[in-house]
């Protein structure tokens, strides 16, 4: 059980890139990306974990309560940043790829089309 | 899954192409599970820095939410960094996204109402929950020092607030509460301060982002110095980006048209 926090980042990771790979719908492939992305999350906060602590928020607990590290959970919110930019982004270009090509299927996009 | 679309010479067809990720799947996770097992039992880390931070953050900055202590204060430099990520993707996003050549506005007047097609109750919750969405994002932006929350998260909730005057009224109505040269200004605003908190921080106090005004009581709503103010001016920009990407969406969905006759 010790590892099973990483163990479920990794499953997260190839689940999203299963999706990519069978992707027939580029909206679709965008959603999988995040599922990829949000593995790391995952990752981030089970390095941070430590047994018997609680949310680093000291406002009405004693200062030197045992607290999971600060420091990965603010690079987690980073991260979800970062995603959020990304996804927006890349459905912005996918509204362009349907009005310029018609189709939204990987599959029917040509390199050497036009 | 109906008739393929016609394979170029040398393309794998979708179930080869399946197979072979399978393939490469499981080496991958052997890779990642064999280089994940030298990490500790992750109940049994102690994270030395995050001890470090939890142990100074409330005396050094008068912040009790050290999550948010990090962000705008030891990291603060990384965040102006996030920050202009977000900023330099919503201007993408409206360059993607521009009225073409071959495309015109549609005529507000002719939209869809979306009165018919939403039931009242929808309606209603929506327009009753948009004053507490407001609220709710002014009281996670300003107590980020205090509790979790903060600019990034505030100015989300913010933003969701005129999605549900979309969703609870028309496009039109939508419009007319989001005045887009004040959105873009306040985007702006709310970068541009960050950078000049920091500023004010080299001048004052000699480095950039250091903080320079009184820290006050921790756990008190006027305490932690800059740490509030640049919550604050992030989320301004957050609220700014986060409509401008709704607003460019939804314009793409009902409002630009192609011309007829137009198109691929």
Same mark, same amino acid.
């Given at each position: ?19 990519? $790979? ?6 679709? !492939?965008?959603?999988?990306?995040? #599922? +990829? /992305?949000?593995? @790391? ?15 680093? $928020? ?6 030197? !309560?045992?607290?999971?590290?600060? #420091? +990965? /959970?603010?690079? @987690? ?11 927006a982004l890349l459905l912005a270009i996918a509204v362009q790829i349907e009005k310029h090509l018609d189709t939204l299927d990987p599959d029917e996009l040509d390199p050497l089309r036009d | 899954m109906e ?262």
């Amino acid at each position: 059980m010790s590892f099973l926090p990483y163990a479920v980042a990794v499953w997260i990771c190839l689940v999203g890139l299963y999706g990519v $790979v069978t992707s027939r719908h580029l909206v679709h !492939t965008i959603i999988c990306l995040s #599922v +990829v /992305q949000s593995s @790391t999350y995952v990752l981030l906060l089970a390095v941070g974990y430590r047994k018997d602590s609680v949310a680093p $928020v000291f406002i009405d607990i004693p200062r030197d !309560t045992p607290a999971v590290d600060p #420091v +990965v /959970q603010a690079l @987690t919110l980073t991260d979800v940043v970062v995603g959020g930019a990304v996804t927006a982004l890349l459905l912005a270009i996918a509204v362009q790829i349907e009005k310029h090509l018609d189709t939204l299927d990987p599959d029917e996009l040509d390199p050497l089309r036009d | 899954m109906e008739t393929a679309p016609a394979r170029r010479p040398g393309e794998l067809s979708f179930e080869a192409r399946r197979r072979l990720f399978l393939v490469g799947a499981v080496g991958l996770a052997a890779l990642l599970l064999s280089g994940l097992s030298g990490l500790p039992d992750y109940r049994d880390v102690t994270p030395l820095y995050g001890q470090v931070i939890n142990g100074v953050a409330v005396e050094e900055r008068s912040t009790t939410a050290v999550v948010t202590a990090v962000n705008f204060d030891y990291r603060g430099f990384d965040t102006l960094g996030e920050e202009f990520i977000l900023f330099a993707a919503a201007l993408v996003l409206v360059l993607l996204l521009r009225r073409l050549g071959e495309e015109r506005r549609g005529r507000l007047d002719r939209l869809p109402r979306h009165r018919h097609t939403t039931s009242a109750a929808v309606r209603l919750t929506c327009v009753a929950l948009v004053g507490p969405t407001v609220l709710l994002a002014i009281y996670i932006t300003m107590h980020g020092h205090l509790t979790p929350g903060g600019g990034f998260q505030g100015g989300v909730i913010a933003a969701t607030a005129l999605l549900l005057v979309y969703l609870g009224s028309d496009y039109a109505t939508m419009r007319r509460l989001r005045p887009m040269a004040l959105v873009e200004t306040a985007k702006a605003a709310g970068a541009g301060s960050f950078v000049l908190i920091g500023v004010a921080g080299l001048i004052v106090a000699g480095s950039f982002l250091e903080n320079f005004l009184p820290l006050g009581t921790p756990g008190e709503l006027v305490s932690a110095g800059t740490i509030p103010l640049l919550s604050l001016a992030v989320g301004i920009e957050v609220a700014g980006a986060f409509v401008l990407l709704l607003s460019e969406f939804l314009d793409q969905l009902l409002v630009i048209r192609r011309k007829r006759g137009g198109g691929a």
